[in-house]
């Protein structure tokens, strides 16, 4: 089992950078495919960039070109860059890992993005 510690999330202006961290514990995150999501109020859980074991990486066209997500094994955390933030960025950012069919995820750190 592991367990997922996001943080990092703050209130920012538009067009400033964050870098949010998942730290895992109880296991090695180098065995999972890793992914962030974020959720908006009242809308749906949206999958922003995922790291596979082999490095292969996905983004949502939303963050295309702003995002950058990245894992350290050594340090068993993954990262997600965020650059050029907007409004509509604003959600609760979570971390999940999956092995097969175990699937794990943290509890989120808030990201708010507003003049």
């Known amino acids: 089992q592991v367990r997922l510690v996001e943080s990092g999330g703050a209130l920012v202006q538009p067009g400033g950078s964050l870098r949010l961290s998942c730290a895992a514990s109880?296991?090695?995150?180098?065995?999972?495919?890793m992914a962030w999501y974020r959720q908006a109020p009242g809308k749906q859980r949206e999958l922003v960039a995922a790291?596979?074991?082999?490095?292969?990486?996905d983004y949502a066209d939303s963050v295309k070109g702003r995002f950058t997500i990245s894992r350290d094994n050594a340090k068993n955390t993954m990262y997600l860059q965020m650059n050029n933030l907007k409004p509509e960025d604003t959600a609760v950012y979570h971390c999940?890992?999956?092995?097969?069919?175990?699937?794990?995820w943290g509890q989120g750190t808030q990201v708010t993005v507003s003049s």
């Open positions: 999940d890992a999956r092995l097969g069919t175990l699937h794990f």
């Open positions: 109880g296991s090695d995150i180098n065995v999972y495919a």
């Open positions: 790291i596979t074991i082999s490095d292969r990486i």
